[in-house]
């Protein structure tokens, strides 16, 4: 008699199956071009994910995943919010020094 298995309800992984998505390449990519202190939390969360998943926390996997994904999002938004902010201060600079 062979048994198989099969994940449980809701999705979640187990043995065999693979693990949740780690966003680390977004996680580095957010913390080079937009958020230094933000990009570092989502790349430590980031590095967890297969490791707990590996010692078989697939919860604590789905957590750090959730986590890595929450503050790449968190970062790309300062970033973008910064980068509009200096955009906008060159261009009124830009305009003062010219009307002299």
Same mark, same amino acid.
């Given at each position: 008699m062979s048994q198989n298995w099969t994940p449980p309800a809701g999705g979640a992984g187990g043995p065999g199956g693979a693990p949740p998505n780690n966003y680390l390449i977004p996680a580095i990519l957010v913390t080079l071009f937009c958020c230094l202190p933000g990009g570092i939390v989502a790349i430590i969360n980031a590095t967890? !994910?297969?490791?707990?998943? @590996? @010692? +078989?926390? !697939? @919860? +604590? *996997?789905? %957590? %750090?995943? @959730?986590? *890595?994904?929450?503050? !790449?999002?968190?970062? *790309?938004? !300062? +970033?973008?919010v910064l980068i509009i902010i200096s955009i906008i201060l060159n261009v009124i600079v830009g305009v003062g020094t010219s009307m002299r």
């Open positions: 967890q !994910v297969n490791s707990k998943y @590996a @010692a +078989g926390d !697939v @919860a +604590g *996997a789905q %957590a %750090a995943s @959730a986590n *890595a994904l929450k503050w !790449v999002k968190i970062s *790309a938004g !300062v +970033g973008i």
